[in-house]
């Protein structure tokens, strides 16, 4: 394999951009729920979103002494809004558990709700500069491309883990500026679509540039169509119910212009199942 770590730690100094996360004493609980925010959604969404949630939750501790409802309706519009209840599930774990502090431990992480593999490791390496292998979508693109030689990488895979140990330095802070390196280069420079092979530092040993760029199939999966889908129905009956009243509305008065009745119905009942709402006394509601 070649080495990509040197090129990257080079790069990477000069081009980062300025997010609230990697500025310095930024803090472990920032960093967590920057996490969960980036969660297949932009960064140009989620920095305002974050701000304003640290600024209201600056600890675990604060978000768990409010109710899971505020939780849901400062989440606003940032999609997949049952990251803020495992948001909040979490901050309360960690009140309970660890003294409000937000673990280093990755097994003690994994054990927090709503916590998987990548964002485990993402707070042990970016909050407390621990050496683990940090893959998300930009990192394997990277990784298809510049060691596999392939335009675009397959399904997750634990080899893609397996692959990113191999180009980590010893040195745990080199090694964290390679994972942020290989995160950020495949963010802004080795995009999925239009990858400026020109400006990028692995040029000179992509495998993928040096065999001419072939178009090797993408397996990445799909995502449905959101306009007129259930998924759009779902944040339209919870934005009605964050606007709506702390005690909540009549389920006949939610959505009352909706074209498809059993479409909203269905998006309610599954809210419901998802402990997103909740009726109580006739009326339906955010989760208290």
């Not at 960690?94 to 431990?105: E, F, L, Q, T």
């Not at 999925?192 to 001419?212: E, H, K, N, T, V």
């Not at 129905?233 to 059993?262: F, N, Q």
Request: net charge negative.
């Amino acid at each position: 394999m070649p080495d990509l770590a040197a090129p990257l730690i080079a790069w990477y100094p000069r081009i980062a951009r300025d997010l609230p996360w990697r500025r310095p004493g930024f803090g472990a609980w920032g960093v967590l729920v920057s996490e969960f925010m980036l969660q297949q959604t932009p960064v140009t969404r989620v920095v305002p979103h974050l701000e304003a949630w640290l600024d209201r939750w600056p600890t675990p501790a604060a978000l768990a002494a409010d109710a899971p409802a505020e939780a849901v309706r400062q989440w606003a519009n940032l999609g997949y809004p049952r990251r803020a209840l495992w948001l909040h599930r979490a901050a309360t774990e960690i009140r309970d558990r660890h003294d409000g502090v937000v673990p280093r431990d990755v097994e003690a992480l994994l054990a927090l709700t709503g916590i998987g593999d990548y964002t485990a490791r993402a707070v042990a390496v970016f909050a407390y500069g621990d050496r683990h292998p940090v893959v998300d979508t930009n990192t394997r693109r990277v990784l298809a491309r510049a060691v596999d030689g392939r335009s675009q990488p397959g399904p997750p895979n634990t080899r893609d883990l397996a692959a990113m140990t191999l180009l980590l330095p010893e040195d745990d802070t080199d090694a964290a500026i390679v994972n942020a390196a290989a995160m950020e280069l495949g963010a802004t420079v080795c995009t999925a679509r239009s990858p400026r092979c020109q400006a990028c530092p692995l040029a000179d040993r992509c495998a993928w540039r040096a065999a001419g760029h072939p178009d090797t199939g993408d397996e990445r999966r799909r995502q449905a169509r959101y306009e007129g889908s259930d998924r759009q129905a779902r944040g339209a009956v919870l934005k009605a119910l964050r606007d709506a009243p702390d005690h909540g509305i009549r389920h006949d008065d939610v959505l009352t212009d909706w074209p498809d009745t059993l479409q909203r119905d269905r998006a309610i009942d599954s809210l419901i199942v998802d402990g997103l709402a909740e009726v109580s006394e006739g009326l339906l509601r955010l989760p208290s």
